[in-house]
């Protein structure tokens, strides 16, 4: 209903988002089977007409780790934005951790999501420490006095379990993009999110960076077995081996998705970017390379 206060409270499902009357607020009723899906999702620019997505139909499901591939322009961006309570769809239905969109405090959900993306803005002042303890708040700036000392020894822990507390003191603005990487992900996980959206977290990262981070990322996924992750990238080198499944997109439609094994093949490879692409797996990564002799 529109206009309705949203109370914080916990429903007898676990949700925690209810209305001032008490209802649940677009909460799929009994255990959703899904982490998030999207139902014939179309997004057009409301200025041009300009199809942005078109017709997608998605699911992802408790503890799976996707990769979501495809040119620029694909519609990726877009489909992050959606999973990740940040905008809505112009028709079909979006449901992110059992909630509807368009029925649900969307700055609620959020809260409820891990983002790490290289764009975010973060005080380049801020130690790594602060940078992590802004995840309990959603904020850029620290609110100090929101963290007790459970809050900030959970911090450290979280550095620790991405095997970088040696950088708890260290500005952020100094850290490698490797370390920065690794913090925006500490940070995310600071919520305690049952999703986490990478938005091209390997930008800009030398081949060492790129390495530590994915190593991390696979340490994650065989840990916290509740952990769902979608992973935004152009390269199949930087897909750690818990990815196992992938959704393609080429000029906004689903051009293929399922098993990583099924989906990474040369010919879809060459569908979706437009040249001849070979593909090759060894020890659980991936490698894509130019067809052309």
Partial sequence: MAGTAIVR???ANGTGLTNASGSPTGEVRGTPDAVASLDRVSVRRLTTDQVILDDVSWTVRPGEHWALLGANGAGK???????GALMHPTTGTVEVLGHHLGRVDMRELRARIGLVSSAQKVP????AH?????GHTGTVQPLWRKYDSEVRDRAHALLAELEIKELAERP???????????????????????LLLLDEPFNALDLPSREDLIDAMHRLAVTRTGLSTITVTHHLEELSPAIGHVLVLKEGRVLTSGPAADVLTGEHMTACFGRPIEVSRHQGRWLARSGRG
């Avoid at 602060?130 to 802004?134: A, I, K, M, N, S």
């Fill in 172 to 194: 952020y603005g100094v850290c490698s993009g490797g370390q920065r990487a690794r913090v925006l992900v500490a940070r995310a996980l600071m919520a305690d999110p049952s």
């Fill in 9 to 11: 409270r916990m429903t």
């Fill in 130 to 134: 602060t940078v992590v303890l802004t």
């Fill in 124 to 127: 380049q002042d801020a130690t």
């Fill in 77 to 83: 961006t877009t489909v992050l934005r959606l999973i």
